[in-house]
């Protein structure tokens, strides 16, 4: 197959809005099974800030975040090595090289939780200096959710905008439900491996085969040949 990975669906909270710098104050993270894509682990913790002067008050007034809840939480040298083994564990090679490591998901992850990641991977010892590649992840791939959203958006009509809460409004959910959670990385994380879960399960209905027929309802190899 040529995909033997699970997915690491995973999303951070944090002190400012540059991944080059920011901190990051909470971690949500769900493993998604890549045979039957399920659910079926989950990780999320508080993470307290080295330099408290260097939070930004809107990003605590988005994310919901108290400097006095954060100055209870575990530093990043005790949360950042526990997640890790979290997500070893979850490494379909056994020798835990990183071509089995889980396939990093998230909603708009490229451009900001990614390069956070790649930053604390490289200052916990998760980084490959010959290959200039995070280890703990997938080096080569990521599944950003919302790109796939954006990708589709064309035949959804109606939806306005690909945010996730605008995609869960589309998909029903109640405003009062997302307000009670939006912006706190586990219930983040949570909705973005329900997505991603749907996303994966509509991909693999229409090549799947068909019952009636026999045949795959989609040849996707067709749509990669001859003319389109």
């Given amino acids: 197959m040529i995909n033997n990975r699970h997915f690491c669906v995973f999303d951070f909270e ?17 493993i998604v099974n890549k045979n039957n894509l399920t659910t079926v682990d989950e990780f999320a913790s508080l993470v307290q800030p080295r330099n408290f002067d260097a939070l930004e008050d809107k990003a605590l007034e988005v994310n919901g975040l108290t400097r006095e809840q954060l100055r209870e939480a575990p530093l990043p040298e005790v949360i950042f090595p526990a997640w890790a083994k979290w997500i070893q564990q979850h490494n379909t090679k056994a020798d835990k090289s990183s071509w089995g490591a889980p396939i990093p998901t998230g909603w ?5 939780d990614i ?4 930053r604390y ?4 010892g998760h980084w ?4 200039n590649s995070r ?3 997938n080096p080569v791939f990521t599944f950003d959710v919302m790109k796939s959203i954006w990708l589709i958006g064309n035949n959804l009509p109606g939806l306005k905008n690909v945010k996730l809460v605008t995609v869960l409004e589309y998909m029903g959910m109640s405003t009062e439900e997302i307000e009670k959670g939006a912006h706190d990385a586990s219930w983040d994380t949570k909705w973005t491996a329900n997505v991603a879960i749907r996303y994966l399960k509509f991909m693999k209905h229409i090549t799947s085969y068909n019952s009636a027929s026999g045949k795959r ?6 749509c990669l040949k001859g003319n389109v």
């Fill in 135 to 137: 280890t703990l992840m």
């Fill in 217 to 222: 309802r989609l040849e996707l190899k067709d």
């Fill in 128 to 131: 490959d200096e010959k290959w």
């Fill in 108 to 112: 708009g992850i490229d451009n900001f």
């Fill in 115 to 118: 390069p956070i990641f790649n």
């Fill in 14 to 30: 944090t002190g400012g809005k540059d991944p080059q710098t920011c901190e990051i104050l909470q971690i949500g993270s769900t």
């Fill in 121 to 124: 991977c490289k200052e916990f």
